[in-house]
RNA sequence: GGCCCCUUCGUCUAGCGGUUAGGAUCCAUGGUUUUCAUCCAUGUUACAGGAGUUCGAGUCUCCUAGGGGUCACCA
């Protein structure tokens, strides 16, 4: 059964990028019929923290990625991570040693000057002697002195790294807590793991775990490394590019449909296909297809996936989505239209929620330039002339459609264009150039309402 | 610096020895619309550079350049 999972260490928000990571491993062990399993890696005690897991934890229910079951903490495995450092010990695969942290920054320095790659030459490897007594060891293991350590990454191909690259790192630091390639390996190789998909940086830590995984007699999973996110010039994703935390595309008003469209979409294609849901994700991906090359992130397209989403939801839906935007109109009696006036203007829902407003509440400023352009020449008059047509009008007002005619009527009545009644009439009732149409918006708002308003404009009218 | 990885329109990508190098987004133009948006149509733009292998190279090999990752008692 395939087995994949997420370990995100708690120090901070979901970044994007470990979200894609993430999708990738959720929907390769969905596609399977298998597990996905969270970890949690926190054996650093001073750098864990615990709002940053449940932001983690919460960020995970936002976009609706559900782990099997129970997150694993490497903070309460410490008594089996030690039991695995004894018996490496004990078998000769791994060993003190005594060196000092100044031996080793004199060690590192000297061969910094000398151009050689940093790594730590083994002295304590085969020591036989008495060693020092000031000095709390820490345990390294034995990693082959040469050849190569080899391993086939689904994304990368075959990676060759010399042993010489690969020190006798440490596994347990001085105050016997086990270090990140020590546990990883093993958590991995007990959590069961027959796929591990993360992030391009950790490539060179796979030698160093593949190290353990032999030492242990543990079953080597397949990796696939993935290629990091940049910004839209090719750098480093920062929070000067927008956001990077998960969950401030909730604020920015994304549904996470859209989102994970998008980071699906970020290394990873089926052909010339663009909109997946997330059913045909789970049924199409394969992490033997994901990129070798790093991505761009690219706002226009996010924005682009999130307005087609809101598009194709439900009007149910979008006024459960409204509500933390300050749009609640679950209640409203013309929801329905209200929503079909306005949910193909937006691309968020921050956007969408500004629209229904502009309808719900009656503008207490007119657009300047489009007070310039709208309320000019005979304006007044036509809008005068509309409101005595309303007051008039002989047949039902309530839909679009019945709106419809008494704007033909005027049109007709006065010979002029649609424009010359439909832009003074928008800035009336909006107070804005731009927004729903006026059929909706004046059977949204009904003839009392709509008559307030453009009589409030009128008077503004010098 | 050592080691390793990457390089197709601005961006995301298709391509897996023979294609007018395709799609999407963006942008522009036109149509629809009373405005805006949607929608539809059309258009501009790409194989980093150089050698080779081959009848033929975006696809294979090498070199150069550029970008990135990594070298902890951090994860």
Redesign the pocket.
Same mark, same amino acid.
């Given at each position: 059964m395939t087995v994949t999972r997420f370990a995100?260490?708690p120090?901070g928000y979901l970044h994007i990028g470990g979200l894609r990571t993430a999708l990738f491993s959720w929907l390769t062990a969905k596609h399977n019929n298998g597990k996905f399993l969270l970890r949690i890696?926190?054996?650093?005690m001073a750098?864990n923290s615990e709002e940053a897991k449940d932001a983690i934890l919460k960020a995970f229910e936002w976009v609706g990625m559900s782990y099997d079951g129970e997150v694993v903490y490497?903070s309460k495995r410490f008594d089996l991570y030690k039991k695995y450092i004894d018996q490496l010990l004990e078998e000769g695969k791994a060993y003190k040693c005594y060196?000092?942290?100044e031996e080793?920054d004199a060690l %590192?320095e000297e061969q910094m000057a000398k151009?050689e790659?940093?790594? !730590?030459d083994g002295r304590y490897r085969d020591f036989a002697g008495i060693p020092p007594e000031d000095?709390?060891p820490?345990v390294r293991i034995k990693a082959p002195q040469e050849g190569t350590i080899s391993f086939v990454d689904g994304v +990368?191909?075959e990676? $060759? #790294?010399?042993a010489s690259?690969v020190d006798d790192?440490?596994i347990a %630091?001085?105050?016997g807590?086990p270090?990140?390639?020590f546990v990883v390996a093993i958590d991995d190789a007990l959590m069961g793991l027959t796929d591990v998909i993360r992030g391009?940086?950790?490539? !060179? *830590?796979t030698p160093k775990q593949i190290v353990v995984y032999n030492a242990l007699g543990f079953k080597i999973p397949k990796f696939y490394h993935v290629?990091?996110i940049?910004n839209?010039q090719? +750098?480093?994703l920062s929070k000067r590019d927008g956001a990077t935390d998960v969950m401030e595309y909730k604020e920015l008003g994304y549904l996470p449909e859209a989102l994970l469209n998008f980071l699906v979409?970020?290394?990873?294609?089926y052909?010339?296909q663009?909109i997946f849901s997330i059913e045909e994700m789970i049924a199409l991906f394969d992490p033997e *297809?994901i $990129? +070798?090359?790093?991505? *761009? !992130?690219?706002l226009? +397209?996010l924005?682009?996936l999130n307005?087609?989403y809101i598009?194709n939801k439900s009007n149910t839906e979008l006024t459960e989505l409204l509500k933390p935007f300050d749009v609640d109109i679950a209640k409203h009696d013309k929801m329905e239209m209200l929503l079909d006036a306005t949910k193909?203007?937006g691309k968020t829902l921050v956007e969408l929620a500004d629209q229904i407003k502009l309808i719900l509440a009656a503008p207490v400023e007119y657009d300047e330039k489009a007070v310039k352009k709208a309320f000019k020449g005979e304006a007044k008059e036509i809008l005068t002339d509309f409101i005595a047509l309303l007051q008039t009008w002989e047949k039902p007002l309530h839909l679009p459609t019945d709106y419809?005619e008494v704007?033909e009527k005027i049109v007709a009545d006065k010979e002029i264009?649609?424009?010359k #009644?439909?832009?003074p009439?928008?800035v009336s009732l909006l107070g804005s150039?731009?927004?729903?149409?006026?059929?909706e918006v004046m059977a949204i708002l009904g003839v009392d309402e709509t008559i307030e308003r453009i009589e409030r404009a009128v008077a503004t009218i010098a």
């Open positions: 995100p260490s120090t890696e926190d054996t650093d750098r490497q060196m000092s942290k080793l %590192r151009k790659r940093t790594r !730590y000095v709390e820490v +990368k191909g990676m $060759n #790294i010399s690259e790192f440490v %630091r001085a105050d807590a270090t990140y390639n391009d940086d950790h490539l !060179y *830590n290629a990091m940049n839209e090719g +750098k480093k979409r970020l290394g990873w294609s052909g010339d663009e *297809n $990129n +070798k090359s790093s991505s *761009n !992130y690219n226009d +397209k924005l682009w307005a087609h598009k193909e203007r419809h704007m264009g649609f424009g #009644i439909g832009m009439l928008r150039m731009t927004g729903a149409g006026m059929d």
